[in-house]
């Protein structure tokens, strides 16, 4: 009986100097986390949408924090539509997300400008609650709220005044 405390009492101890040996030895190894983050400098991206959209995101810094990608100094093009941002924020997933800060959109037959709006990359789509200004040749349209689908391009703007020039 007594054989046996003892044993017991000794594997105790055992386990207990060696749970200490391995913390100790083993505390300065960087543990993997679940989450992804990292940043790098001038970048571009290809990112796939439907309707036969081609993005290339660029920007001067990019920051990756699990699924979310932050871009600075934002370009985001397509053969035929161009997004300049100061920040963008995109989910890779699902390439939704939002740009900000002096937001302007180039396509082949208008140019808008907003400082906030929420896309969709996949689906061609912008769209924000701020003011916009959009100009389609010599006609200059303003407004607070807008939507606009690239392809086929269609845009709405609410509470638009129209100014021809």
């Known amino acids: 009986m007594i054989?046996?405390?003892l044993f017991s009492v000794s594997l105790i101890v055992l386990f207990t100097?060696?749970?200490l040996y391995v913390n100790e030895?083993?505390?300065?190894?960087?543990?993997?986390?679940?989450e992804n983050k990292g940043t790098a400098q001038d970048i571009s991206?290809?990112?796939?949408g439907k309707s036969g959209f081609e993005w290339t995101l660029k920007g001067k810094s990019l920051s990756?924090?699990?699924?979310?990608?932050?871009?600075?100094n934002a370009l985001m093009q397509t053969d035929k539509e161009r997004i300049e941002a100061d920040r963008a924020f995109i989910n890779r997933d699902t390439l939704r997300g939002y740009v900000e800060g002096n937001v302007e959109l180039f396509g082949e037959d208008f140019y808008a400008r907003t400082e906030r709006a929420e896309l969709d990359l996949k689906e061609g789509k912008v769209w924000g609650d701020g003011y916009i200004l959009l100009r389609e040749g010599s006609k200059e349209t303003t407004g607070t709220?807008?939507?606009?689908?690239?392809?086929p391009l269609k845009i709405i703007i609410k509470k638009a005044k129209v100014r021809m020039g």
Do not use: C, H, K, W
């Open 25 to 34: 030895t083993y505390q300065n190894i960087p543990r993997s986390t679940e």
């Open 3 to 5: 054989r046996i405390l």
């Open 17 to 19: 100097f060696l749970n």
């Open 145 to 151: 709220g807008f939507q606009v689908q690239l392809r």
């Open 64 to 72: 990756i924090e699990g699924r979310d990608v932050m871009l600075s």
């Open 45 to 48: 991206i290809r990112a796939y």
